[in-house]
């Protein structure tokens, strides 16, 4: 079976930082295209950062580009997000999906994906 894990969230001061993990299994990893997105109480779901590690892709969304890094590691089957620098307006529950082969950027500007996980909230507050 396909499972995506995400874990890493938790509370976060204004400017502090947290790293979240994606731990993929069931599939080929470097077949698929990875990614975050997130969904703040009362908003719609969006795209954070995606990342095709083979064809050395990445995506981010206008509102953490420069601030947050995409990686991969195909040796233990797991993406990270770096989150430095937060605000508290990237409160949201954090979830981590995967596409087969696709572009990092038609993956994040859309929100139907083949695997989706559970979810982990990230909660910026002082």
């Known amino acids: 079976d396909v499972q995506l894990v995400e874990s890493g969230g938790g509370l976060a001061q204004p400017g502090g930082s947290l790293r979240l993990s994606c731990t993929a299994s069931?599939?080929?990893?470097?077949?698929?295209?990875i990614g975050w997105f997130r969904q703040a109480p009362g908003k719609e779901r969006e795209g954070v950062s995606c990342?095709?590690?083979?064809?050395?892709?990445?995506y981010y969304a206008d509102s953490v580009k420069g601030r947050f890094t995409i990686s991969a590691d195909s040796t233990n089957n797991t993406v990270y997000l770096q989150m430095p620098s937060l605000k508290p307006e990237d409160t949201a529950v954090y979830y981590c999906?995967?596409?087969?082969?696709?572009?990092?950027?038609?993956?994040?500007?859309?929100?139907?994906?083949?695997?989706w996980g559970q979810g982990t909230l990230v909660t910026v507050s002082s």
């Open positions: 999906a995967a596409d087969l082969w696709t572009s990092a950027h038609t993956m994040g500007t859309n929100l139907n994906h083949d695997y």
């Open positions: 990342i095709n590690s083979v064809l050395g892709e990445t």
């Open positions: 069931g599939f080929i990893f470097d077949d698929y295209t």
